[in-house]
Structures are given as structure tokens and as C-alpha cells.
């Protein structure tokens, strides 16, 4: 056993994991697309460590305005003024839809989620916050009451103010639609009677991911998201887009809510707004929200809350992708290279069930059986996993689910070796 692995295993207490069963691969170093393991083997990551590495690993230009912002102000607290902060949050504001020109800066996306439901509370006056079932938010006390997956249920204290409720997933659909206008007009017309059951009076938000990732990057169906919006303002209900993972490029556009022509109340974001590179996450304001805290003083705040560290590799990310046709790029990898391909692995392999994505931003659900959408144990996923890796391909494995999720700056031909290595990879795991 190496010192790395021998010193984590006795002194680092792991995310979502039973902590004897851990057995994490030690990586020494990163570039563009690659990862290097301690024994010097190297994969292609798709699975940009957990879908934030948007520019990729080491990009020269950020990794620079880090280093110069180290050295001329490395730190400073939230209530004095620094460029880089103001600047970032110009760039940030200047991606959203127009009215929304303000950024409260948070240390991630969990704080995020955190703050914008509190604003959007304070804004109201309501106290219940609606979100879906297949859904992921955070790990913080408000932000997992409102994440729907398994993860929410052992820190469910009933307390928390959230009502959950279904949105649109076509292929295991809840209402038992057989098109995309079926699935779209069912699952507004639930969401509507769950807002009505509920009293729309006591609503402040209804929260939702533009692109539910963790759950398995579920595409909403045409017309949905219009709905949600239009039942909002119905009842006075704020609009909270969570774009922490389908953000800054990684759905092919700016933000994944500007493929559906939609205009949030609340934008929080994270991950890709710098790729990670230093924490940081946000609130993006609708000018209403940002009135309400003209002459009121928002109750909340965090220590490291725009990082010049943060901020400046933001900048330089932001600026990269503009410079680089970051995002067109990653738009054009989903249309001609990865989707084509994924459906190509769809006719050939029975164990597939469906692929869905956009951009950069992709899951392959494995079924047992096609015809009654079985899902594929989670033992034999981790076997194909296992194959990708010997293969050298890091993928994320979610469920039943294979997710491709790699940097938007990745080429053609990387693109296609990931998919040959999942192609060889489910000849030889599945059988």
C-alpha cells in the first residue's frame, strides 16, 4: 500500500461512504483530458471528476490568474470590494437572461441552493419550497431536504419545508405517457395539482435543475419548462434553476436553460463557472429578488464568499471559453460525434436501454431486459465501469446508469476512443 493511500485510509473520512468499504484510486497529476494514476497509468476522464472540470484539467490561462492573484491579493474578506469579484460577477451576469444582474458568490452549489431558497422565502413570504424526486441539490441541511434521490431520506426530518413531486421522465414515466407530449402535459398537469393540494399561498419556490444530472441528465420534454414557468406565475411562485452541473458550457450553451428560452427568478450555479479549479458557487438575482434587499438587509453571508482565488479563475475560465469557442465546440461534440455514436452503441448492444444528452453532458441507461425496462444490477454496472478502467476510460457510474460527462475541450478523436472502450467494454462485462 502506498504512504497516499495508507494515510487516507487511516485520516480521511469520505463523502457518502461507508467508511471501511473505501478503496479510492490515488491520482498524481492531470492534463486536458487525463488523469495519471500512482503507478504512472493514464485514463481519458469523462467523468471530469464530478462534472466540473470544464476546460479540462491544468489550463494554462487560469492556472496563471491563479498564480497572480496568489501573489497580489490572495484573500480578502466579503465586505471589501475587489476587481477580480466585480469582474466575475459582470462575466457571470452578462451570460444570464436580461433582468438578472446580480451575484450573491457562495462557496459551491450546496450553499447556493441554500441561499436562493432563503431569498426566495424572505422575497414571498411563503414558507414551502417544491422539488422533484429524481433530483440532486446538495449536501447541506436545505439543499438535501430538497434533493429527491435515496440520499435525502436518512437526513429527513419532515422539517424542512419541501414537498416533492414527479417531473417528466419519458422512459420510466410516472404517468404512463407514450410520447414527449404525453409525458410533458401529465407531468405538468401533477405538478399543477400538487401546487393546488398544497395551497399555492404557502409556495415560495419550486426548485428544479434544468437538466436533472445526477439523475440521469432527463432532457425535459418540449413544452415543459414553459409550463412550469407559466404556473409560477400564476401563483406568484418563484422559479429556481439549479445549473450547478448543465451550466457554463457543459449543456452546449452558456446555461442549459438558454436551449429552452427560460428565465428563472434564481439561477444558482457552481462547478463549470470555473472548473473547479478553486471553490466557488452562486446565486444569480432576478432584479425583483435583488429589490427586495435594496433597503433590507439580506439576512446571510458567507467568509470566503466571492474568493478573489475563486473569482479570478472564473475570469480567466470565462474568458477562455469565449476566446476558445468553448461552447460552440462542446454544442458540436454532442451533435455529430457523441450522440451518433451513442445511438450507434444503442442498435448493437441489447443491454442499453436508452442514451440522453446534449453537449458534453450524457447518460447510457442499462437495462437487464428491453422490453420491460429492468435496470441493469448495479454489480454488473460496476463490472463495465471496471472495464472502462482497464481499458483506460474513467466513466461515472450512477445506478444503472453509465455517465459520459468528459471536459467540453475534448477532441474528436478522444471522443471516439472513450466510445470505443464503452463499446468493447459492454461486449466484454455484459453478456
Known sequence: MSRTRELDRRHVFHSWSAQNRVDPMVLTRAEGAYVWDENGDRYLDFTSQLVYTNLGHGHPGVVAAIQEQAARLCTVAPQFANDRRAEAARMIAERAPEGMDRVFFTNGGADAVEHAVRMARLHTGRPKVLAAYRSYHGGTQTAINLTGDWRRVPNDTATAGVVHFFGPYLYRSEFHATTPQEESERALAHLRRTVEAEGPATIAAIVLETIPGTAGVLMPPPGYLAGVRELCDEH????????????????????????????????????????????????????????????????????????????????????????????????????????????????????????????????????????????????????????????????????????????????????????????????????
Open 236 to 431: 406568484g411562485i418563484l422559479l429556481v434553476c439549479d445549473e450547478v452541473m448543465a451550466g457554463f458550457g457543459r449543456a452546449g450553451a452558456w446555461l442549459a436553460i438558454d436551449l429552452f428560452g427560460l428565465r428563472p427568478d434564481l439561477i444558482t450555479f457552481a462547478k463549470g463557472v470555473n472548473s473547479g479549479y478553486v471553490p466557488l458557487g452562486g446565486v444569480i438575482l432576478g432584479d425583483a429578488v435583488a429589490d427586495t434587499f435594496g433597503d433590507r438587509p439580506y439576512p446571510g453571508g458567507l467568509t470566503y464568499s466571492g474568493h478573489p482565488l475563486a473569482a479570478a479563475a472564473a475570469v480567466a475560465t470565462l474568458t477562455a471559453m469565449e476566446e476558445e469557442d468553448v461552447v460552440d465546440r462542446a454544442a458540436a461534440l454532442g451533435a455529430t460525434v457523441i450522440a451518433p455514436g451513442l445511438a450507434d452503441l444503442e442498435k448493437r448492444h441489447a443491454v442499453i436501454g436508452e442514451v440522453r444528452g446534449t453537449g458534453v453532458f450524457w447518460a447510457v441507461e442499462l437495462v437487464a431486459d428491453r422490453g420491460t425496462r429492468e435496470p441493469l444490477p448495479v454489480a454488473a454496472v460496476a463490472a463495465v465501469a471496471a472495464e472502462c478502467r482497464a481499458r483506460g476510460l474513467l466513466p461515472l457510474p450512477n445506478a444503472n446508469r453509465v455517465h459520459l460527462v468528459p471536459p467540453c475541450t475534448i477532441s474528436d478523436d478522444q471522443a471516439c476512443e472513450a466510445l470505443d472502450i464503452l463499446d468493447a467494454a459492454l461486449a466484454r462485462a455484459v453478456r
